[in-house]
């Protein structure tokens, strides 16, 4: 064996390795079982906070729930008032009672300052405390978790999962998995990229194994606590109707139902109270004076849309190409370019379809690279097309030896592409006319899968609950949900040309 064998098998002994004594550490600080508690309805000296029973609850792996029954709490407690004005609890409203909130928690605070942002001085619908933006939804919940969790371990009901020595043992000596396989890479006289990406992988790869256990694991006292709310869960599943409580009842539940929500017993009220990013299609907006519910429309397949002059001319011109390419491949071909199949034809460039199948990959790949979105993933499409077999049976349902000029097939899509092509066209002129100007407030930014795409920008302007969403250039400044913006737009492709914030 080698010198450079025996340093790839030594690299990967040592990922075996590692990965032993992972699974081992993994087996050693699981949580122990919780034994449930008889059925009780007591909460017993000094309870948790519906937010740390929700860690409880979720066997310290998440805080789930959390935020939806901390805000029932501090409305059982006074600090919130939750209404209800009909018989659909999704029209609740939250309000604020203007109690001094001295002796909430940090992550209670937070709760209340996002009711508080929402609500103001007239309330608002519950639907609208959820956020417009994955990212800042994101980073909201993170910080609740961990203002959780730190209150949860001042309680000796939580620790980590890896102390300080076995964790720092962990990281150190992934780092080294990776260094047999630099030596074989270097002894092998290869180049410096690849031993530097061999070397490196293997640790990346468990690193970030590593950081998907880290996390919370039960103290001893911890495990005794959640078998006591399992008993509260226990004699709250005893009433049939808890489960759908909406969010109001918590007048005539008090604490019970925050409790319930963070246990996952009262699953409509927690359904109704989300902290996360929202319904992106259904958002709540106060623009104009009222609270209501506006709809959202994201037009993905629609033909030009976001684009500017040049690109429409660019789409029109390849549609043109892919129209005339067509028909003219259409109208010069003969009808022997179909020759029957043979076994003197099999190998040959005359082997059946595959003539035919070259002019119109060939077109379809010409209006690609004509429109700018060619790449090797599109080379490597048309290769596959006019790979031998793929056309032979053609021939049974087209008659290509007894027809001349263009398949009905062919004129279809000659005409939608030259109905494409008129429609761009238009686009480009209407583009050139003066923009309109409109004001509004900011729903949501969505982004796109394509990072060259221009991003949603779904804006209410208070004259109905229905809007589309425009289209933000990739390049332009990113506007925040929630601002009030004045927006120069082209109806046409609803791009966005320019965006000013107006100040209040």
């Known amino acids: 064996m080698t010198f450079e064998a025996e340093m790839y098998w030594s690299g990967a002994g040592l990922i075996a390795l590692w990965l032993t004594l992972f699974g081992l550490a993994l087996a050693a600080t699981r949580n122990g079982a919780v034994v449930a508690g008889p059925a009780t309805q007591e909460f017993g000296q000094d309870p948790e906070s519906p937010a740390v029973v929700a860690l409880l609850a979720n066997r310290w792996r998440s805080v789930d729930r959390a935020a939806a029954a901390t805000l029932l709490d501090l409305a059982a407690r006074g600090h919130i008032e939750v209404r209800q004005p009909d018989d659909d609890p999704a029209r609740s409203t939250v309000h604020l ?9 940090p992550y209670e605070r937070r709760v209340l300052h996002r009711v508080v942002e929402q609500a103001g001085a007239t309330g608002a619908p519950i639907g609208a405390i959820a956020f417009r933006a994955e990212e800042r939804a994101k980073s909201w919940n993170s910080e609740l978790r961990q203002e959780i969790v730190t209150e949860a371990r001042e309680r000796g009901l939580s620790r980590p999962r890896f102390g300080r020595l076995l964790g720092g043992a962990l990281s150190v000596t992934l780092l080294g998995t990776g260094v047999p396989f630099t030596v074989a890479v270097v002894a092998g006289g290869h180049g410096i990229r690849a031993a530097v990406f061999l070397g490196c992988l293997p640790a990346i790869v468990l690193a970030w194994l590593l950081k998907r256990a880290l996390g919370e694991r039960a103290t001893r006292q911890g495990l005794e606590r959640a078998g006591h709310w399992a008993g509260v869960e226990s004699w709250l599943n005893a009433h049939e109707e808890f489960a759908q409580l909406p969010p109001a009842a918590v007048t005539v539940w008090d604490r019970y139902l925050g409790y319930g929500a963070a246990l996952g017993v009262t699953s409509r009220a927690g359904r109704l109270l989300g902290f996360d990013a929202g319904d992106k299609r259904r958002v709540w907006s106060s623009y ?9 429309r994201y037009p993905r397949v629609r033909p030009g849309f976001g684009a500017k002059t040049a690109d ?6 390849a549609a043109a190409v892919v129209a005339g390419g067509l028909y003219l491949f259409a109208t010069l071909r003969q009808p022997d370019w179909a020759v029957t199949h043979s076994p003197g034809t099999e190998h040959s460039l005359r082997r059946p379809g595959l003539i035919l199948s070259a002019g119109w990959v060939g077109v379809a790949l010409l209006g690609v690279l004509v429109a700018g979105r060619f790449n090797r993933w599109m080379l490597l499409v048309g290769f596959v097309a006019m790979m031998p077999g793929n056309f032979m049976g053609w021939r049974s349902v087209w008659p290509f030896d007894t027809m001349d000029g263009p398949l009905p097939l062919e004129m279809v899509v000659i005409a939608g592409f030259a109905a494409l092509t008129v429609y761009y066209v238009v686009l480009a002129v209407l583009e050139c006319r003066t923009a309109h100007t409109v004001t509004g407030e900011v729903l949501r930014m969505e982004p796109r899968r394509r990072k060259s795409a221009p991003r949603f920008l779904a804006l209410d302007t208070g004259d109905g609950d229905r809007t589309i969403a425009w289209a933000l250039p990739r390049g332009a400044p990113a506007v925040a949900p929630g601002s009030i913006v004045r927006l120069s737009v082209s109806p046409a492709t ?6 000013t914030p107006v100040v209040n």
């Open 288 to 296: 104009g004076g009222t609270w209501r519910p506006v709809r959202i």
């Open 312 to 317: 429409l001319i660019q789409l029109a011109c």
């Open 97 to 105: 009672t203007g109690k001094d909130p001295g002796d909430l928690t």
């Open 494 to 499: 609803r791009v966005v040309r320019a965006a």
